[in-house]
C-alpha cells in the first residue's frame, strides 16, 4: 500500500492522497504503522519504506511519503531506497577480508534431491532386512512345519484316496512275494510285512496309521532287493517317500542326538536350519507332529515308521506281529 501512494496517477490525486494522509497522521502513531503496514525498525533486516524515511517512527515516515507524493519523485526515492535489496549480503568472512565463505553442499538441490531418494530405500532396505532377521529366527524357533497337504500323490485326493492306493500297494507286495525268487528267509520277511501292512489298513483311523501301511510295504520290499542296509521311508514324513540318507538330528527340548532317515527335501531343511515338513497326528484335539505322541499311545512314533528301529533283528513287521499296534488302537 505504501508503494501505491509513492506513485500517484497524477497532481490532482496525489494532492487528494496528500490531504487524506495527512488527516490519517492524527489517528496517531499505531493507527499510522497499521496503515503503512511496518513495525518497529530492526537492525537485522530493512523494509525499503525504513529507508525512504531514514528509520524514523511510523507518524513522521507517513509525513515524509506526504512530502514526497506531492513533491512528485516518488518513483527516483523509492528507486534509491530499493537499489542494494538485490545485492548478496556480506559474511563476517568478507567484512574481515578473508574472502567469501564457500556455499554449504548441504543446500544444494542435487543433494537435497538425492537425500530425498536414497533416504526412502534405504528405510526400506533396513526394514526389509529385520523382517527377514525375524523370519529366520521365527523358522529356527519352530520345531516343525506343519503339512500343508499328504503325499505328493496324494495331495488333491482325501483320505480315502490315500487308503485306496495303501490297499493297492499291500497287493502288489504279495504279488512280488510270491513270485520272488530270492532266498526264503527273505521271501518270508517280505510275507510277512505284507501281512502287517494288511492288519494295519484293517484298523487304520487316519492318515498316520495310512503311513504306516507303506513304511511296512517298504520294508518288505527291502527284504526282497539286493540292498543289505535300505533306508526306510523318510522319518519327518514317510509320505515324502523313500530317504535319501540317515542324518544326525536332535529333538526340540532334548539332549539326545538321533540319527534318522530323511528323504532329500527334509535333508535340505534340517542342513540349511529350516522346519522340515512333518506328518502330524492329533493329540488333545490339536495337530502335533506325530513322534511328539508318547511312544506308548503311538507305534509309529516309538518307531519313527522304521528310523528309530533297534536293529537287524527289529522290524515294523515284528512290532505289529508282536501286538504293538493294535495296542494303541484298543
Known sequence: MCTDLLHPAGPQRASATARRLRGAVALGAASVALLCGTAAPSAAAESPGQKIAGGAGPAKRVARAIDIIEAGNGDTVYARAT????????????????????PSPHGSPFVRLLSLVVGPVLLLAAVGLLLRRRSRLRDLSTPFALPRSVFAAARQADEAGLRDRAAEEVVRLGEEARTAQGAPAAVERALDACAAAGTVLDRARGVPDLAGVFALVAEGRAALSAATAALPLCF??????P?????????????????????????????????????TDWRDGRPVPYFEVPAEDSLWAATGYGSLLGGAADSLAGRVQRGDFTRTRD
Not at 556480506?90 to 567469501?100: E, H, I, L, N, V
Not at 526340540?252 to 532317515?261: H, S
Request: net charge positive; hydrophobic share 40%.
Open 83 to 102: 537499489a542494494g535489496l538485490g545485492a548478496p549480503k556480506p559474511t563476517q568472512d568478507t567484512a574481515d577480508g578473508a574472502g567469501a565463505k564457500a
Open 243 to 279: 530317504a535319501a540318507r540317515r542324518i544326525p538330528w536332535r529333538p526340540l527340548g532334548r539332549r539326545e542326538q538321533l540319527r534318522v532317515a530323511a528323504c532329500e527335501t527334509c535333508l535340505r531343511a534340517v542342513r540349511t536350519r529350516r522346519a522340515p515338513e512333518v506328518l
Open 236 to 241: 519327518f514324513h514317510p509320505l515324502h517317500g
